[in-house]
């Protein structure tokens, strides 16, 4: 996992949130602020209310990008094998930016949602009638299942590092990310409905998914054609001798202390 890669899950994820989560999670922000918090409560406590239904969703995206970093470590066991697993991450970020863009039904066709059944109704009713912090915690993590784009396609890019903790670690990356626009939702919702900072964040954000398919179509390209090459230079990655005092240069017994 590479710097560039976790600077693109931020901004993606940061821009995206103002663009598709305030319309994807906005109604059941709008829900739980109207019933569960009260009005005359203390700025403290409904700050901690916000903070405890966002965290509860980043444990449910920890999860689940632990699982699809499993997944992906199943399936890239060889330079090749991670290489078309890269080419196959790449094709499907770039449906999902260009989706984004309005250009293809990819995402729509592939969402579905959780809250059509009955376990999930029940759980929301019974979350929302509470006004525990634990309550807004477990619909915070309720609500990470809800399916959506940007969901899928950092569960997609999660697969692609072939690691359950970089998986976790880039799945919890754009969880906290998008904290800030659903935090802000009831001062700011206005805003962006009416105004075109919500469509140009959007395209923003469907412009960084698109660049981030194409590199990983490159990365996945250079392991198919490459894979002795590559296969070389992940042994010498690993290999490298952790900076100390030395810097960074293999020390003599007894001189990094």
Known sequence: MENVD???????A??????????????????????????????MQQTISHLAYNFGRVV????????????????????????????????LMLLAGLSLLGKFNFL????????????????????LKSKSYRSFFLLGMLNGLIPCGLVYSFAIMAAATASPLWGAIVMATFGLATIPALFFLGSVTRFLQKGSLRGIMMKAAAFLVVLYALFTMYKGYNFV??????????DSMRERPKAGKCGGMKCAPGKCG
């Open 6 to 12: 976790l600077f693109l899950v931020i901004s993606t």
């Open 14 to 43: 940061f821009l995206g949130s103002f663009g598709h989560c305030i319309g994807m999670c906005g109604g059941i922000v709008v829900a739980y602020s109207s019933s569960k918090i009260d009005q005359d409560s203390s700025h």
């Open 60 to 91: 449910t995206y920890t999860f689940l990008g632990g699982l699809f970093g499993l997944l992906g470590q199943a399936i890239a066991f060889t330079p090749t094998t991670k290489g078309v697993l890269f080419l196959i991450t790449g094709v």
């Open 108 to 127: 729509n066709s592939a969402e579905f949602s959780f809250s059509k059944y009955a376990w999930f109704q029940k759980s929301f009713r019974a979350l």
């Open 225 to 234: 054609a490459h894979p002795q090459k590559m296969q070389e230079m992940l």
